[in-house]
């Protein structure tokens, strides 16, 4: 990692995380000890193979598992250590989610689709002002259906950004889409992250997609197996897919 002195702060702390589902008579460990520091307003991919504990750990920083042992620190508090109703007031707050599939509701539009996560925080990003930034100020009438599906995920974008959230996770977030739609929606969240200071910890299969991220951590059998520091991170189209 880089010199104390010279790193971002630690915005996310992860101390010995370890999960272990327990199947039947079979314990199956998934994490197995991690350690691992991510930095304020930084754009962080977490890279590992289908199996390797990204997902797992994602959710472990988005509070939406818990650890079998181990401490999930943001800021000054420790995530995994949260009643239920403080983990749902952080969960609505603070993160803001990204999945692979979107998850929009059929039956809202654009713009409703946005609305919906701005009921739940103080101080929400109107969901006009949401649906341009991710280059949708025109499709806020139009219903999941009619739209493609990058236009959708970048609805789903602007759904979590709309929460000024200080933490915004997003599990694999071009798996459902071909290449150049990839490609957009890879630069507006890099876009995010430089122009609004959003704090982005991405997950991806992907090693390519690493490159534009300030920061890698590299999983494997649910351990930390690299962090590597990338201080002149690329674009999308530079990438070498």
Same mark, same amino acid.
């Given at each position: 990692?880089?010199?104390?002195?010279?790193?971002?702060?630690?915005?996310?702390?992860?101390?010995?995380?370890?999960?272990?589902?327990?199947?039947?008579?079979?314990?199956?460990?998934?994490?197995?000890?991690?350690?691992?520091?991510?930095?304020?307003?930084?754009?962080?991919?977490?890279?590992?193979?289908?199996?390797?504990?990204?997902?797992?750990?994602?959710?472990?920083?988005?509070?939406?598992?818990?650890?079998?042992?181990?401490?999930?620190?943001?800021?000054?508090?420790?995530?995994?250590?949260?009643?239920?109703?403080?983990?749902?007031?952080?969960?609505?707050?603070?993160?803001?989610?990204?999945?692979?599939?979107?998850? !929009? %509701?059929?039956? *809202?539009?654009?713009?409703? =689709?946005?609305?919906?996560? @701005?009921?739940? #925080?103080?101080?929400?990003?109107? +969901?006009?002002?949401?649906?341009?930034?991710?280059?949708?100020?025109?499709?806020?009438?139009?219903?999941?259906?009619?739209?493609?599906?990058?236009?959708?995920?970048?609805?789903?974008?602007?759904?979590?950004?709309?929460?000024?959230?200080?933490?915004?996770?997003?599990?694999?977030?071009?798996?459902?889409?071909?290449?150049?739609?990839?490609? !957009? %929606?890879?630069? *507006?969240?890099?876009?995010? =992250?430089?122009?609004?200071? @959003?704090?982005? #910890?991405?997950?991806?299969?992907? +090693?390519?997609?690493?490159?534009?991220?300030?920061?890698?951590?590299?999983?494997?059998?649910?351990?930390?197996?690299?962090?590597?520091?990338?201080?002149?991170?690329?674009?999308?189209?530079?990438?070498?897919?």
């Amino acid at each position: 990692m880089a010199d104390s002195g010279k790193a971002p702060q630690a915005q996310i702390r992860l101390v010995d995380v370890r999960k272990t589902y327990t199947m039947g008579e079979v314990e199956v460990p998934v994490l197995r000890g991690i350690d691992a520091e991510l930095y304020k307003g930084q754009f962080t991919v977490i890279l590992g193979a289908s199996g390797s504990g990204k997902s797992t750990l994602l959710n472990m920083i988005g509070g939406i598992d818990s650890p079998t042992s181990g401490e999930v620190w943001f800021d000054d508090r420790d995530v995994a250590q949260l009643s239920d109703r403080d983990l749902t007031e952080y969960r609505r707050t603070s993160v803001g989610f990204v999945f692979q599939f979107y998850n !929009l %509701v059929p039956s *809202l539009t654009a713009y409703e =689709n946005v609305e919906v996560s @701005t009921e739940v #925080v103080d101080d929400p990003m109107d +969901p006009r002002e949401a649906l341009e930034k991710v280059g949708l100020g025109d499709r806020i009438d139009h219903f999941p259906a009619q739209m493609s599906g990058g236009q959708q995920q970048r609805v789903a974008i602007a759904r979590a950004l709309a929460k000024n959230p200080k933490l915004m996770l997003c599990d694999e977030p071009t798996g459902a889409l071909d290449h150049e739609t990839s490609i !957009l %929606v890879l630069n *507006l969240l890099q876009k995010l =992250n430089r122009d609004l200071g @959003t704090t982005i #910890v991405m997950i991806t299969h992907a +090693p390519p997609i690493a490159e534009m991220a300030n920061w890698l951590i590299h999983i494997g059998d649910g351990k930390v197996v690299e962090t590597k520091e990338n201080k002149q991170p690329k674009t999308a189209e530079e990438l070498n897919w």
